[in-house]
Every structure is written in structure tokens, then in C-alpha cells.
């Protein structure tokens, strides 16, 4: 039985043409700047984001930590969105690890903080007070359902971050996705950003790791930070080498993705006792939430029996579509939901 797993696009398998750039990539030291695989991929970054290097970092997690520590000095304050990735998922590293404050602005429905939220919370650094250094950014932003967040946006509250002296730095670890629902090249998203990761591991269908893109001063000081947190590899050509594949074949059909997600949404929507807001589906990723007679839990194991897997939780179950869930899955993923669905009703 094919096993159908949506509980996140982290969860996807390499390619085979990415197996096979693993088994055939060139190796060296990138401890010493000696991997040629690891140094193309990253020179393929900072070329794609126009900015002047990019470091290659284990994780988006690990990613978004440097950006902060690249960014701040320890005691400083970090201003983010209430529903940041970076305050919700990172195991508090921005304060334990790079020692900052963490102040959270809310965000509205499509993940955006606003602009009169940043300016009121703006003040003048002085001798009583943390130094308010850094803004972090989300794109796409996934605790606000895959929204994607134009360059416009993005551009007016970073000028707004730089006009008082704050860096920014943008967690893009779905940015193509934001890239291709909004047909705009990643460079012009992340244009205004003074640091920006994205993940190799998610929509791009690498097997592991994110990159660091941002000017050359930044990202040597991000080299000598991911040396100090352990994070520093040696023959890592062979995580580069997928990524390499991943830039070069996995971007344009991220669409597919996009139209089985909205596709998969409607048919759900269809179904009596599925709630899915249709409106806010505009990437890979959605949420829908059964009726409170139906159990969320009894439902999660229904269709675990049949191959099907989403994230789930009480009476809502999260949905990310990725290379491996073609369009007759969402057939047979419709089929089973409406009739585990009527069964539980």
C-alpha cells in the first residue's frame, strides 16, 4: 500500500536523480572550503537571491539561528510575528543559544506584522534599554497557513526596520513556494532582507538542509558562528549535491503542488461535517477541521489504515501537498475522507 504522507512536505524523499548526484557527487573538506559541491550550490544561492554568498546550514532551524546571530549581539531584542516559526518551533534557541529577547507583534491572517505595530513598538536605544536590533520575517508563513507574502510588503517594513537601524532577516524556508503562487523570483522577495534561509528539505525535495544567503560580511561571520554551534561539515558534497538538483528541477513544479492542494481543499469542502477555508489556500499547505460529532482522532486512524497521513490534532488536521502526492492521490485521499467522514457522522 502506497503510503500517502501529508503531515508535512519535510517528510518526502529525495529523487532518484537526486540519489544519483549523491552517489557521483565530488567531495572535500568544506570545513576548510574544500567541498567544489558544497561551493556551487552555494554560489547557485547567492546568485538566485542576487546577494553576495551563502552558506549551507543542517537544518532551517539551524538557518534561522545563525540569521539571528549573524544579525544581533547577545541581550539584544528581536522583533517577530506573534505566529513566527522562530517562536514557535525552534526550541527557544534565538534566546537560549544567541541570548535575545524575543518581542512578538501580532500577525494578521496572512502572516504580516503591521507596519503601525513595528512603528509603535520602534524606540530609541538608549543606556535603560535593550537594543532593539533585528526584525524577522516569515515566507511562505506556515502557522498562517502557507500564505504567500509579496515583495511589496516585505519592502515597506524593511524600509521601515532599516530607516531605525534594525537588520532583517526573512525565514524563507518555503520562498519558492511564495516564489511561484506569486511569480516573483525569489531575489525580488527577499530583495530588501539583509539575511534570508531557505530550505532545501521542504517544497525543493532534498533529503536534507537549508542555505544562508546574504552579503559577504554576513555570511563570514555566520561561518565562524556555525563553528561554534556545531554545525560546521566536512565531506557535505553529498547533501549539496541533491540541492543542486533540487534548484535546478524542483522549483517550476512546485505548481503541481499548488493545484492538488486547492484541488484537495474543494473536494474536502464538499464533504458534509469538513470545514476548509478556501480563501486561504494559496500554496501547498492548508488546515480543515471536522464537525464536533465526528472524532478527530477515530478519523486520524481510519485513514492511517488506508495510507493516509495528515497532521493532526482534536478536530483539526493539517494538509501539505509535495512531489510524491500526484493527482490520483487526491482521488483516493477525497474518496476515503468522505467515506470515513460519513461513517463517523
Known amino acids: 500500500m502506497k503510503i500517502l504522507d501529508m503531515r508535512s512536505d519535510t517528510v518526502s524523499h529525495p529523487t532518484q536523480q537526486m540519489r544519483q548526484a549523491i552517489f557521483e557527487a565530488e567531495v572535500g573538506d568544506d570545513g576548510h572550503g574544500e567541498d567544489p559541491t558544497v561551493n556551487r550550490l552555494q554560489q547557485m544561492a547567492a546568485d538566485m537571491f542576487n546577494k553576495e554568498a551563502a552558506l549551507l546550514a543542517c537544518s532551517g532551524t539551524m538557518g534561522n539561528l545563525l540569521g539571528v546571530m549573524t544579525n544581533t549581539q547577545p541581550g539584544d531584542e528581536v522583533v517577530l510575528g506573534s505566529e513566527a516559526h ?63 507574502i509579496s515583495a511589496d510588503y516585505t519592502d515597506n517594513i524593511a524600509n521601515i526596520a532599516h530607516k531605525n537601524g534594525l537588520k532583517v532577516h526573512l525565514d524563507g524556508a518555503r520562498i519558492f513556494n511564495a516564489s511561484v503562487a506569486l511569480n516573483t523570483p525569489v531575489s525580488q522577495l527577499a530583495d530588501s532582507v539583509d539575511t534570508v534561509t531557505f530550505c532545501l528539505s521542504k517544497g525543493l525535495g532534498g533529503p536534507v538542509g537549508s542555505v544562508l544567503c546574504g552579503s559577504a560580511e554576513a555570511i563570514e561571520r555566520a561561518r565562524r558562528l556555525r563553528k561554534m554551534i556545531g554545525g560546521q561539515l566536512r565531506q557535505a558534497g553529498i547533501i549539496a549535491a541533491a540541492g543542486i538538483v533540487a534548484l535546478d528541477s524542483m522549483i517550476d513544479r512546485m505548481a503541481d503542488d499548488h493545484k492538488n492542494a486547492k484541488r484537495l481543499a474543494e473536494g474536502l469542502a464538499q464533504i458534509e461535517g469538513v470545514s476548509v477555508e478556501l480563501d486561504k489556500v494559496q500554496t501547498n499547505m492548508f488546515r480543515f477541521t471536522v464537525a464536533d460529532n465526528i472524532s478527530g482522532n477515530v478519523l486520524s486512524e481510519r485513514l492511517i489504515e488506508k495510507g493516509i497521513k495528515f497532521g493532526a490534532g482534536g478536530s483539526s488536521f493539517r494538509v501539505v501537498l509535495h512531489w510524491q502526492i500526484d493527482a490520483s492521490d487526491v482521488d483516493y485521499i477525497l474518496e476515503n475522507v468522505r467515506s470515513a467522514v460519513k461513517a463517523l457522522s
Open 86 to 148: 522562530i517562536l514557535w518551533f525552534e526550541v527557544g534557541g534565538a534566546s537560549a543559544v544567541a541570548g535575545t529577547l524575543l518581542r512578538a507583534l501580532p500577525n494578521d491572517e496572512q502572516g504580516r506584522i503591521a507596519h503601525a505595530d513595528l512603528e509603535a513598538a520602534l524606540r530609541m536605544n538608549h543606556t535603560h534599554s535593550r537594543n532593539m536590533s533585528l526584525l524577522c520575517l516569515e515566507n511562505t508563513h506556515n502557522r498562517c497557513g502557507g500564505a504567500a
